[in-house]
């Protein structure tokens, strides 16, 4: 089959691979019907080191359920399924706790052990905790939505729970990327009064706005920071979405928020130690968040994607086939694109 | 009057010092029962620089009112009330929200602006909103325990909500001083089940058993770490309580969190940046806390202490007089003494 691997920076290479297969009785095999490319996939084009073998890409997929294990129960040929970015067995006491990217028994898609989805075919590990099966008409235009409950709308939404957003909250989202906007969709859903986004890229501040974004700041630094303070009366947000995943950006997402105010982190984070440890402590500023657990999320956010009062699906704007993946993760590298779909 | 003034390293000095009285309209001056030395009173007991005019100590107390201000309402002349560590003007939307410690018109007690308690009397700016009065009819055995709700059992108290501890919770205590043993005593009035203190002092560690502490962790570093662990079947505790205010303790305290689990950071924090910001991401560990709301915290607390079912004074292991205050400086930097108690 063709799959997408990265070999080294800005290096990514469709291959003809070793066709997808079970290896374990808890396994699924899952044709993939649609394939997204991730902001956190760029880190690793931008400075990975040159390997001779090569990374599996992709962990964001909705597909169809082509062949299952001897002890998969609850997934069945030919369903309709998201596959969440990280696979958990459902079972443990993280994914009772609702925190299935902690699973005793799971981990990541797209890598070495497990292959990716910018594939045309994947072995998902741990099927009946991990995949959520879609019993639904399906018309093909949902398809770019459920993809988002894989990851950036899952992510989106972590971020805002663990920022406490609620109905009346000031949010901040910190990052105009996919999972930024939808950070702003989430926030809205929640109930945000007021949603500032800082971003400088019109075509995503575009979409931020159409997703509930009621505030616009493109300053950076403290310049930014003294700006959300007046669109905030003086004392900054009750809810930071940290969705960058940098060192300035989180001293950004603390040095926004109000008193008793909680910053909910999604960004992968490229730094070792959380800044402003002085401020954060004296306005009891809450930091929180890590990899969501969007397996947990889709029960919440599935129904509003299907009756179509969220339409995350937006975040793409463009569309390729496996072919198009590498200039796709060009695309998205030089800011050209929002997000890629990849139909195999 | 007599009051107590650091001048720097280890120079604490008894003087006599202009009687407090009444600044503004909405000041009270109390009459001092009971003060406290704290915790917190040891850094610049460590490492003041040098001065010429001293600053005055002490924010910590219990007293009676003895003047109020003109605009001063809800206290009377005679009463004796419970003084926060931070005054507040208890109308403002933090004071509303119930973060005293933010209050727009609010600031802390002993320094060179606000006088501190460690004195004959002490005038309190804000006293509506500040001071509690205390309206039971009250033995001198309980003025110990009403003293810690200024500061030490409120504080302990932040650091189990914020560590959200609840019925059934692992929780860990990093710190032996007087606000981890009333963290001990605040996590188990919240139900926790298992609640482990990390110190090696002989008597505190009996007071933390007493208090309810299960288990106790003498091992410092990557030891302390690995022995909780063991402790906690594996994964870590659900919350801890962060009671000393540096890097090391603060890294203890993330690495000992379970996936998922939550640090409430109590200790005045001697550290710019907040430690392992990459295994608190990846195990959706939170980080919270700050200066007590203490004055929110007494509605709980009080009926506790009156009641008997908490005795948090027993942290006071030495009673001295004003004169005996410079000593008491000492003992408990030297750890010779938990923490002391003055009754002017």
Known sequence: MKAALMYGTGDVR?????????????????????????????????????????????????????AIGADVSSISVGDTVIMPFAFSDGTCQFCHEHLHTSCENGGFMGNEQVWGAQAEAVRVPQADGTLYAVH????????????????????????????????????????DGAVGLCGVLAAKRLGAEQIIIMGR??????????????????????????????????????????????????????????????????GVPHYDTVPDAQPSFFGNITVGGGPAPVRAYIDDLLPDVLNGSINPGRVFDSLVDLAGVPDGYRAMHERESIKVLVKP
Chains 1, 2 share one sequence.
């Not at 290896?23 to 690793?44: F, K, M, N, Q, Y």
């Not at 709308?153 to 901040?172: C, D, F, Y």
């Open 201 to 266: 890229h019109d075509d995503r501040i575009q979409l931020a706005r159409e997703f509930g974004a009621t505030d616009v700041v493109r300053e950076r630094g403290d310049e930014a920071i003294e700006r959300v303070r007046e669109l905030t009366g003086g004392f900054g947000a009750h809810a930071i979405l940290e969705c960058v995943g940098t060192d300035a950006a989180t001293h950004t997402a603390i040095r926004v928020a109000r008193p008793g105010g909680a910053v909910g982190r999604v």
């Open 14 to 66: 469709i291959e003809n691979v070793a066709d997808a297969q079970l290896h374990e009785s808890t396994d699924a095999l899952v044709r993939v019907t649609r394939a997204c490319i991730c902001g956190s996939d760029l880190w690793p084009y931008r400075d990975m080191a040159a390997t001779e073998h090569g990374i599996h890409m992709g962990h964001e997929a909705v597909g169809v359920v082509e």
């Open 136 to 175: 639904a008409d399906l018309d093909d235009s949902l398809l770019a939505s459920l993809a988002t409950l894989s990851d950036v709308m899952g992510t989106g939404h972590h971020a805002a729970v663990v920022a406490r957003v609620r109905e009346g909250s000031k949010v901040v989202v910190v990052g």
